[in-house]
């Protein structure tokens, strides 16, 4: 018996407020219409010992090398135990952020070296990109006013302020720039049938 074609992995990513969590459904249901077999994650999270350190991360100040060690503590028992499995079974993993969340966060938005960041994603997931990343691509003042707007009590990070986002969304705009064939853009603030639409776009030929 043929072993199962290795997976794709798609990721999700955009400033707090962009409306990933609206849209990853969806792209998870797209593509088991199309018979796939989907795998749906975050991070930080996806384990027991993940979601532990998310619920530190997102709660716990620090300063931005120990969150970033913590970022990649997370994504390498994620990396392990869940998302290389399911690729090797033939899986698609639909992602809800990355490490290029940590380049944008912790290294455009907090100032940690990217070369640093970078020997981290090596030691932990080396060889293992996405094969396509979805960016939600929104003004700052647009997502915060739907972070205010939402009613839920906010993390830290989403508490950062607009200058932070500032330099957050310009990192994912310079990577899709970097990486156009990879990470592909997505106006988040168009009505919802345009952002199915371009979805579909982005999704095309992965």
């Not at 952020?97 to 966060?105: K, Q």
Request: hydrophobic share 40%; glycine share 6%.
């Amino acid at each position: 018996m043929n072993a199962p074609a290795y997976g794709k992995f798609i990721t999700l990513e955009g400033v707090d407020g962009a409306g990933k969590s609206t849209h990853i459904q969806y792209i998870a249901d797209t593509l088991r219409a199309e018979s796939r077999k989907v795998l749906v994650t975050r991070e930080p999270g996806g384990t027991e010992l993940a979601e532990a350190l998310r619920k530190t991360l997102l709660e716990q100040a620090m300063d931005p090398f120990t969150e970033t060690l913590l970022m990649f503590a997370a994504r390498a028992d994620h990396v392990t135990r869940v998302i290389r499995p399911a690729l090797l079974a033939g899986n698609w993993v639909v992602c809800d952020r990355f490490t290029d969340a940590t380049f944008a966060y912790q290294g455009a938005g907090k100032g940690v070296p990217a070369d640093y960041i970078r020997r981290l994603a090596d030691l932990v997931h080396p060889g293992l990109k996405p094969d396509r990343t979805l960016v939600f691509d929104i003004e700052p003042a647009v997502s915060g006013q739907r972070l205010q707007n939402s009613g839920k009590a906010l993390d830290r990070f989403e508490r950062e302020d607009k200058s932070f986002f500032d330099r957050v969304r310009r990192a994912y705009l310079e990577a899709a720039d970097a990486e156009p064939q990879r990470v592909r853009l997505i106006n988040a603030a168009a009505d919802m049938q345009t952002i199915r639409e371009a979805i579909a776009r982005a999704m095309y030929n992965v």
